[in-house]
């Protein structure tokens, strides 16, 4: 049973943000609006950056999680990079804090696992920010295919490539959040993964097609690159009685639905929301903290949207998904179903202008 938060109904919940890079600042931006909630304090080894949000922001600028944990905080958000977050979530959950770690939540299933383990026995909040799920227009396509006899999902998430680059290539970047989302519009867990990947002009992987078959039996696909001049974000629904396009980036959604035998049908625009995932998230989570209720993003979601990215990656069922009797218990590997290493591409030059 998760604790609540040890504050009254009256007084703040104090937030800290681990991580003020592009993710991190929005979340304490959000968070500095937020009622009800105190933004504690920021905390980054690049102090002029720190500093910058928190004179941006008026709450004090720490240079590591040990000073922000001493500064006293209810609760963090982690968006320091990957290969932090196991050791950043377990040092705030030992120190009684509630934790929402930015996708993935972790460099590996196991390390993810340690901090889903590590929450449970405090008694504590633990989500992770997949943020796309609280996307108006997502969740304008979950509504409509909600109670649906779900056949495929084609999902394509491009752009170009992006001006800094981190350790990792789109399967964690970018398909990670439409793992995710398969496997919540399906409420299923993909078990069989069949992955195309290759690099056109990075070390690691920049173009990915990837394709899944859920337990339930649906299609899924993944198109994503960093090779597009322009950001695409689109989801399409197969069910038995409509079929529904949902654009993420304008927010439109659209359901075709009553097929007739002449191939007529009819279209209709759904009515989609216009909140800011991030905010929608953040939300979720002091909610979450206040009322002692599991998250409607959990630590085991968080893991298992990450052992099938790594077993894209591998193109084999990878030794680190999910086991019986650990974090995941229920899932197995996904089985890889004609899976060949992808051939190195020569790596373009890059000419700084």
């Not at 950043?88 to 340690?114: F, Y």
């Not at 990670?176 to 919540?184: A, F, P, S």
């Not at 905010?279 to 909610?287: D, G, M």
Request: glycine share 8%; proline share 5%.
């Amino acid at each position: 049973m998760l604790q609540a938060a040890k504050t009254s109904a009256e007084s703040a919940l104090r937030v800290g943000v681990v991580g003020v890079g592009v993710m991190g600042s929005n979340h304490a931006r959000v968070l500095a609006e937020f009622p009800g909630v105190t933004l504690a304090g920021v905390a980054d080894p690049d102090r002029r950056q720190a500093h910058y949000v928190g004179n941006t922001l008026g709450c004090p600028a720490l240079a590591s999680v040990t000073e922000l944990l001493d500064h006293g905080v209810d609760a963090v958000t982690i968006a320091a990079p990957t290969h932090l977050h196991r050791d950043i979530a377990i040092e705030c959950i030992a120190r009684g804090v509630h934790v929402l770690v930015e996708k993935p939540i972790a460099s590996t299933v196991a390390e993810g696992e340690d901090i889903i383990v590590a929450a449970r026995r405090a008694g504590l909040t633990l989500m992770i920010g997949h943020v796309e799920r609280f996307n108006p227009a997502v969740q304008a396509v979950a509504d409509a295919i909600r109670n649906e006899d779900i056949l495929s999902i084609a999902i394509t998430r491009v752009g170009p490539f992006p001006p800094r680059m981190s350790n990792v290539g789109v399967v964690i970047d970018l398909a990670v959040h439409d793992i995710d989302l398969i496997c919540w519009f399906t409420g299923s867990q993909i078990t069989e993964v069949q992955p195309q990947l290759s690099n056109a002009i990075a070390d690691r992987e920049d173009i990915a097609l990837l394709q899944f078959r859920t337990a339930s039996g649906v299609l899924a696909h993944i198109n994503t690159n960093w090779l597009t001049p322009f950001k695409a974000r689109t989801v399409h629904v197969a069910t038995k009685r409509k079929y529904v396009i949902g654009d993420l980036l304008t927010r439109q959604v659209t359901e075709c639905y009553g097929f007739q035998p002449d191939g007529s049908y009819s279209m209709r625009h759904l009515s989609v929301g216009y909140a800011e995932p991030l905010r929608a998230e953040l939300t979720a989570f002091v909610k979450a903290i206040r009322r002692g209720e599991p998250p409607p993003v959990t630590g085991e979601d968080g893991v298992a949207s990450l052992a099938i990215a790594i077993q894209c990656l591998n193109g084999r069922a990878h030794e680190e998904a999910p086991r019986a009797g650990r974090a995941v218990a229920a899932a197995k590997p996904a089985r890889v179903m004609g899976a060949r290493p992808a051939q190195r591409r020569a790596r373009a030059t890059l000419v700084k202008s």
